[in-house]
T-cell receptor
Framework: KAGVTQTPRYLIKTRGQQVTLSCSPI?????VSWYQQTPGQGLQFLFE???????NKGNFPGRFSGRQFSNSRSEMNVSTLELGDSALYLC?????????????FGSGTRLTVV | DAKTTQPNSMESNEEEPVHLPCNHS???????IHWYRQLPSQGPEYVIH???SNVNNRMASLAIAEDRKSSTLILHRATLRDAAVYYC????????????FGTGTRLQVTL
């Protein structure tokens, strides 16, 4: 069974640009969550999508957005990149996203903003 | 989510059992307890979760205190591949996808 696939694995962008990251969940999983991991702040929740709707949102500025497609694949977008957006971005999927299900994480996309 | 407290680091010898503690004294009655671990250069990996009863799976066991204010992840025989940061989290019902990770416990396994 294929795991959670995130593309690209590595990305270098210039301050002010925008970036789109992609996540393909495990087949059959309808909940997709996104996290940001930095050395200073650790793992922080960005948002969760379920059946193409944003269901939960973390405390990030509006520059961070996402969407989910009908096949459950998800993308997240960061506009007007700042140096502080350099981080490992992780996607996690779950069958329905409830507390009685574990989440499967991808290996992440490492974004470097220069 | 209930705030969780874990030791910063622990050490174990290979092939010995490891007990990783977590305090979650403000947990509510319907909050599950989840454990994840993160190996270097990888995303977190689900280990185990439970609500009230002790749980076992192929990776580990989860012992939950009767008052649910603490739990212990048990690795029955640590291997070098178990060296990782272990996170305990208690996703709240209704926002269960919003896992809150603390600093976790860095487990070092030595020969």
């Amino acid at each position: 069974k294929a795991g959670v696939t995130q593309t690209p694995r590595y990305l270098i962008k210039t301050r002010g640009q925008q970036v789109t990251l992609s996540c393909s969940p495990i087949s059959g999983h309808r909940s997709v969550s996104w996290y940001q991991q930095t050395p200073g702040q650790g793992l922080q929740f960005l948002f969760e999508y379920f059946s193409e709707t944003q269901r939960n949102k973390g405390n990030f500025p509006g520059r961070f957005s996402g969407r989910q497609f009908s096949n459950s694949r998800s993308e997240m977008n960061v506009s007007t990149l700042e140096l502080g957006d350099s981080a490992l971005y992780l996607c996690a999927s779950s069958p329905v996203g409830g507390p009685n299900y574990g989440y499967t994480f991808g290996s992440g996309t490492r974004l470097t903003v220069v | 989510d209930a705030k969780t407290t874990q030791p910063n680091s622990m050490e174990s010898n290979e092939e010995e059992p490891v007990h990783l503690p977590c305090n979650h004294s403000t947990i509510s009655g319907t909050d599950y307890i989840h454990w994840y671990r993160q190996l270097p250069s990888q995303g977190p990996e689900y280990v185990i979760h439970g609500l009230t009863s002790n749980v076992n799976n192929r990776m580990a066991s989860l012992a939950i205190a009767e008052d649910r204010k603490s739990s212990t992840l048990i690795l029955h025989r640590a291997t070098l591949r178990d060296a990782a940061v272990y996170y305990c989290t208690t996703p709240a019902t209704g926002t269960a996808s919003k896992l809150t990770f603390g600093t976790g416990t860095r487990l070092q396994v030595t020969l």
